[in-house]
């Protein structure tokens, strides 16, 4: 029986070969070299004034290695469902303070479960609509056509592609369907361009991909990844709390993250992940950059 060490901070855990959890994605204290990319990833965030408070220290200290900050979607608390325009103005101003790119993709909180769906789609695009434009970077990015929030990019020799896959309430039967598709075309073009020539891949939105909301695109994902072969990292929102999962036992490539609302406690800082071309273990994570500053999480 093959086995796999996992280090934490206070355990290490051990993996069998017949375990749903071949795990590719280890804590930053796991020692591996040929370190690739580093980059931040936050989500469900600023809900109200003391988040953005927290959010703006967090922006105004980015590590040197962090080469650019993912935003998986939900930009504001679901029970403001006014959507008011200058909310989006905001947090986009806001965001813009960061010292590297952020890539940012849409939540339900801002979209779907809104009042009026259509006018707050439009207050995002707004506000975020190549939003990566607004700082001077060397990252190529790709823009689906018809359907710019969809993005993809390679930084050192990594595939990250970003869709947009929001959670919350159905409002619409055929957009949801429209967007699935377009969702899942994205994904097949990227990693039939880029696949044969990257070690791994990220591919981050907002919610999971679950039969019930996203059938058509969640099967055509495993597709990919089974052909694909490598490991590919899924990083999302919406649930709020930390998961780190193997959810497809047909693709076991695929580990899936779901990140803490960032912010709300001392356990919930950004997730500083770093991709390594290193064969068994690409992907490794560090919860709490912040854990030996507290005073981060403390309002004025």
């Known amino acids: ?52 408070i927290t959010l703006s220290r967090y922006l105004n200290a980015v590590p040197k290695e962090v080469k650019f900050v993912i935003h998986v979607g939900d930009i504001k608390p679901s029970l403001d469902t006014s959507c008011a325009a200058n909310t989006y103005k905001s ?45 001077d970077h060397d990252i190529q990015i790709n823009y689906q056509p018809d359907r710019e929030e969809n993005i993809s990019f390679l930084s050192d020799g990594v595939l990250f592609v970003g869709v ?28 039939a361009r880029f696949g044969d020539n990257v070690p791994n891949a990220v591919v981050f939105g907002h919610a999971f991909p679950d039969k019930s909301r996203y059938g058509s695109f969640q099967k ?23 998961q780190l999962d193997r959810p497809f036992s047909d693709a076991a490539n695929i580990t899936r993250i779901t990140i803490r609302q960032t912010g709300v406690d001392q356990n919930s800082d ?21 854990s030996f500053d507290t005073s981060l999480l403390v309002g004025p």
């Not at 997730?271 to 709490?288: A, E, G, I, W």
């Open 164 to 191: 947009n896959l929001v959670g919350g309430k159905i409002h619409d039967p055929q957009e949801w369907a429209d967007r699935s598709k377009d969702a899942l075309v994205w994904v097949k073009s990227n990693f």
């Open 91 to 135: 947090v986009s101003s806001l965001l813009k303070t960061s010292s590297v790119p952020v890539f940012i993709t849409l939540g339900d909180n801002e979209y779907n479960d809104c009042a009026r769906p259509k006018e707050a789609f439009a207050n995002w695009k707004s506000n975020f609509h190549l939003f990566d434009k607004n700082w």
């Open 270 to 290: 950004p997730l500083h992940v770093s991709v390594s071309r290193n064969t068994n273990y690409p992907f490794t994570y560090k919860n709490s950059p912040f």
């Open 220 to 242: 055509g994902f495993v597709e990919v990844a089974q052909y694909f072969k490598k490991p590919v990292l899924y990083l999302q929102g919406d649930n709020h709390k930390w």
């Open 1 to 52: 029986m093959r086995t796999w060490f996992v280090k934490n901070k206070s355990a290490v855990y051990i993996y069998s070969a017949a375990s749903v959890f071949l795990i590719f994605l280890l804590p930053f204290n796991y020692n591996i070299d040929d370190s690739a990319v580093d980059f931040w990833v936050i989500g469900d965030t600023p809900y109200n004034k003391s988040a953005e």
